[in-house]
């Protein structure tokens, strides 16, 4: 298996956790990330320490409580292929979150570092933006959970939808390079579901000078790792993918880079899409 992709353990641990990925298992500086499976009634408790977080609620409902604030009966969705927007929590760091499963929970637990800038509060539906990115078989749905313009210190968190047959986070591109304003280096994260869950994603992650060429195999509950390079992905027909991105890095804005040997492809599919 390649070292980039991190798979879910087919068994919690006492506290729900099936997956977790640190800054120093990955390799990196920033990004954090762990998947939580809660039965109904079962809690978790964490303090946020130096490190700001956003929990996603996948699926199932869910109390959640801070220092300051407390949600009750937060849930919509019961299955991330329901495709409408998740309940989210910003915590900040030096802050703490309680969360108990109304119903059965699958949980993501984003992490980067924090300053306290920002108070703790609900990410609703109503307020994650819904948008159709792409033209043609490179279309796909995006859900900005934790966008730029959303305040956070260093977390950037969206969710992704990709149809049987199409391909996504394409044409290939980069943010590997502190570079601003025409590049940004972030760290990033994927956590793939596939439904019908027996299926597969593939995705390729690749450098220009190709010191980094991988093409995985994405299983359903499996994270991957993008330390650098471009980082295309794929959902065969038959299957649809989705997938959370968590990125974080020095400066908190997302600027990336094309692959200039494919870029030409994004123009042709938006001028077909005008017509």
Known sequence: MSRLIVPSRCEADQEGNVLTITPMSAGWDYVGFQVYTLQKGQTLHR???DQEVCLVLLSGKAHVT???????NIGRRMHVFEKIPPYSVYVPSNDMYTIEAVTDLELAVCMAPGKGTYPARLIAPEDVGVEMRGAGNIERKVHNILPENKPADSLLVVEVFTPEGH????????????????ESYLEETYYYKVNPEHGFAVQRVYSDDRSLDET?????????LVPKGYHPVSAPPGYEVYYLNVMAGPVRTWKFRNDPDHEWIMNEKLSLKQF
């Open 47 to 49: 303090e946020t320490g």
């Open 66 to 72: 801070t220092k300051m604030e407390k949600w009750e």
């Open 167 to 182: 391909w996504s986070s394409y044409p290939p591109h980069k943010h590997d390079e502190d570079h601003l304003p025409h």
């Open 216 to 224: 995985m195999v994405i299983k359903n509950g499996d994270a991957v």
